[in-house]
């Protein structure tokens, strides 16, 4: 039953919470102990939330997981979770996320909305996407964005830092790069087994997601070397060598492209992460080398 449990809360999935610590570290407060742990607390609470999310996704989607190759071992498409069971574990995790929320020291002046607000905002925008919205081709991709920009609007409220403007756009940039090498991957399947993995994967063709994956990755990286040698975040860090990390960023589109592309293995971006050495490496080496621009050079 634990293992059911675990499977249906997804924890893993939770890696992609850590967008929440991003206003800290281009915030150039990381060091800041009160702050970082706000940013926990803010982590866990948008954790618990997001797998609140994913109990009514499966409960939702029971019929069409029963139908699929490997959506069919989930807990409540196998039988192992009952529907009530999964609907007790999403009020369960949403409350623990919103009293969390408010758990947070009151003398943080918010930047954003304050958090609890947050969670139910999003909450409320995953529930409309599970119902319906993830049906439409394009907007799906832009409430999963839109999603990731809720978690860095809680990282600024749990810690009163202003979000930077760049820092919204790269963070939208990202996440719609990523979302589109994922439809690929979904447009790959169904040209194999003739089943659509989604409602929408018909309004995704290669010619499509593969010129929009380029946009995306192109405009997101050319943003980022704005965002590296614009006078305001020179001034912020009071550091010019920023731009050198623009590197690591290049290598981190061309391996997602490399195993978008080549691999065909662009299904799940956390999976990517947590299982391609490759890509942890590039990521361990941009955020080792911002820190020790920021902090030691």
């Not at 969670?119 to 439409?136: F, G, P, T, V």
């Not at 990286?221 to 001034?235: G, H, K, R």
Request: net charge positive; charged share 15%; proline share 4%.
């Amino acid at each position: 039953m634990i293992k059911s449990v675990l499977q249906i809360l997804r924890p893993y999935q939770w890696v992609k919470n850590f967008f929440v610590f991003m206003p800290l570290f281009f915030g150039h407060q990381l060091m800041n102990v009160p702050l970082l742990i706000n940013t926990i607390a803010a982590f866990f609470a948008f954790s618990f939330v997001a797998s609140s999310i994913y109990c009514f996704n499966d409960i939702i989607d029971v019929e069409d997981d029963r139908r699929h190759v490997e959506k069919c071992h989930r807990p409540i498409a196998s039988g192992k979770i009952s529907v009530a069971m999964g609907y007790a574990l999403m009020f369960v995790m949403l409350a623990l996320s919103i009293a969390l929320s408010f758990a947070l020291p009151n003398d943080v002046v918010s930047t954003t909305l304050p958090l609890p607000y947050i969670i139910i905002i999003y909450w409320l925008m995953e529930m409309a996407y599970c119902i319906r919205l993830k049906r439409i081709a394009i907007i799906d991709l832009c409430i999963l964005s839109m999603g990731f920009l809720l978690r860095i609007a809680a990282g600024g409220a749990a810690t009163g830092i202003l979000l930077s403007h760049w820092l919204i756009m790269m963070t939208f940039l990202l996440t719609l790069f990523l979302g589109f090498a994922k439809r690929r991957d979904d447009v790959l399947k169904f040209q194999k087994t003739k089943i659509p993995p989604r409602h929408n994967t018909k309004r995704y063709n290669l010619t499509f997601v593969n010129d929009a994956t380029t946009v995306t990755g192109s405009v997101m990286l050319v943003c980022y070397i704005m965002y590296t040698v614009s006078p305001e975040t020179i001034a912020n860090f009071d550091n010019r060598h920023i731009y050198l990390t623009t590197i690591f960023v290049l290598l981190g589109v061309l391996r997602y492209m490399q195993l978008a592309v080549v691999d065909e293995k662009s299904g799940d971006p956390t999976k990517v992460l947590l299982r391609d050495p490759f890509t942890q490496v590039i990521v361990l080496c941009w955020a080792v080398a911002f820190l020790f621009i920021i902090y030691i050079l």
